[in-house]
């Protein structure tokens, strides 16, 4: 199988409908990004942990609703016409929690957007209420958005996650790697994402084959050093 030659190459996700498992943490998510879905208001708010999957299904909306991609932090107004033209997906809205000007740029490219009858994505980590948004009106709108949160993975739908990372990557674990993180790793999203990078790392660099023991001597370095950070020694 073929294999990524340097650690500067990126893994290439696979972001389309069918690359993406519908679990009961992630199914209200899915239901509504469905082309027959009308949202309440014209916009939706996507929120959920790091790796959760929020870019995947902003990818599908998009292919399905023609929609175009951007990140808040590269909103600028002189965007915002041509943006408010179709239906948008803003990604990250937190991020610009300390930025007026891209603040400023959203809460006109929403006014916009919903004028011309399109519809809005906005995506953050925390829910909505939690954006700390300055500009009051933004947040108010932000707030008003129908609102749906991608939850924490139970175990089918964390082995597949895994599954996918690491197909993402074009490496190939055996197959008892992917049950025995899913029992014994940290459960969440970026976790996974953590992990199965380190495993394609130490594969590449020292020659090891993605194997259970190169997964149990991982997990437990990441627990060693985690009881450092939360047990510092004085010098």
Not at 3 to 21: E, V
Not at 199 to 208: F, N, T
Request: aromatic share 6%.
């Amino acid at each position: 199988m073929h294999r990524q030659l340097s650690f500067d190459l990126p893994a290439k996700p696979a972001l389309g409908r069918d690359d993406f498992f519908v679990a009961p943490s992630n199914a209200m998510a899915v239901a509504m990004l469905d082309a027959s879905f009308s949202w309440p208001s014209g916009k939706l708010v996507l929120s959920g942990p790091r790796g959760a999957g929020k870019t995947h299904l902003v990818h599908v909306w998009a292919s399905q609703s023609g929609a175009r991609i951007i990140a808040a932090t590269d909103l600028t107004e002189d965007k915002v016409p041509n943006l408010a033209s179709g239906p948008v997906a803003v990604e990250d809205v937190p991020n610009i929690a300390r930025d007026p000007q891209a603040q400023e740029a959203l809460f006109h490219l929403h006014n916009m957007v919903l004028a011309n009858g399109h519809a809005l994505m906005l995506t953050g980590q925390p829910a909505p209420n939690l954006w700390g948004l300055t500009l009051a009106d933004l947040q108010s709108r932000v707030q008003a958005a129908t609102h749906v949160a991608l939850e924490a993975p139970d175990d089918a739908l964390l082995a597949v996650v895994l599954a996918k990372l690491f197909n993402d990557r074009q490496i190939m674990p055996k197959p008892d790697v992917i049950p025995y993180l899913v029992a014994h790793m940290d459960r969440s999203f970026e976790a996974a994402a953590q992990i199965v990078e380190q495993m394609d790392e130490i594969s590449l660099s020292e020659g090891h084959t993605l194997s259970r023991p190169l997964a149990i001597r991982l997990l437990s370095q990441n627990q060693y050093e985690m009881s450092l950070e939360s047990d510092p020694k004085d010098d």
